[in-house]
């Protein structure tokens, strides 16, 4: 008799996603428009706000919505560099050697990006980071891979976003699929302590302010990255 997989009831949390990025696609809400508030979501999809906050998370990521720290959730621009972002996963990251070259090109792009960063990243803005980075660390704990995964990820969109380049920022957006995919597959290999461990010295570094300082430790982050799932990958053929 063939083995059969039990099938996973699909997450809440994107079920809640996938209800407001229809919205959003809708245009039930429109661009500039608040969003009703978490405590208004959660009664009107029966759903906890951790549930509604990550969903808000992963449409902020699509660059869908807009966090503004105190006043709540917007509804960004729709552009055409969001809709192929949102609906055509056109490059699918499945093998190691695609991952390494979506690293070497975070290599390059995220040592700029945060060197752009560093000068002008305010305390609210790193307020922002830290949030994002106790939630990796609380994932990193009990959540899935793909939880961790996105949490990661939000946490290098947000440095795009506080560069205020906005090629940097709609590039991120236009291979948002690839970098997911693959920070997916970096979490599988390599498990959250390193990420944890770097993203720490990051935001340390930040506080300083020190241009010098940021684009070295984001080097090293993503360079020791590479250099492990290169001897992951040799030891898997071995």
């Not at 079920?15 to 661009?31: D, E, F, R, S, T």
């Not at 951790?50 to 808000?56: D, E, G, K, L, S």
Request: hydrophobic share 40%.
């Amino acid at each position: 008799m063939a083995k059969l997989k039990k099938i996973k009831v699909e997450s809440l949390r994107s079920q809640v996603y996938m209800q407001l990025k229809n919205q959003l696609m809708a245009g039930v809400w429109k661009p500039g428009e608040k969003l009703p508030s978490e405590n208004e979501l959660c009664a009107s999809l029966g759903v906890s706000r951790v549930t509604v906050r990550a969903a808000i998370q992963q449409l902020e990521i699509l660059g869908l919505v807009e966090t503004r720290h105190g006043d709540g959730n917007f509804v960004k621009e729709f552009s055409g560099v969001n809709a192929f972002s949102t609906l055509h996963p056109f490059i699918q990251i499945n093998e190691n050697q695609d991952i390494m070259t979506v690293l070497e090109y975070r290599k390059i792009i995220e040592k700029g990006t945060i060197g752009l960063v560093a000068p002008k990243i305010t305390q609210e803005d790193i307020d922002k980071l830290e949030e994002t980075y106790k939630t990796m660390v609380a994932l990193s704990e009990t959540g899935e891979p793909q939880q961790q995964a996105e949490a990661d990820h939000l946490f290098h969109y947000r440095l795009a976003q506080i560069s205020k380049n906005p090629i940097i920022i709609k590039v991120y957006e236009l291979i948002n699929v690839i970098l997911s995919a693959a920070m997916v597959d970096i979490v599988k290999l390599l498990g959250t302590e390193m990420g944890l461990r770097y993203h720490r010295q990051l935001i340390d570094a930040l506080k300083t302010r020190d241009k010098a300082l940021c684009e070295a430790m984001m080097e090293a982050h993503i360079e020791e990255t590479i250099q492990k799932i290169r001897a992951k990958k040799e030891f898997t053929l071995a």
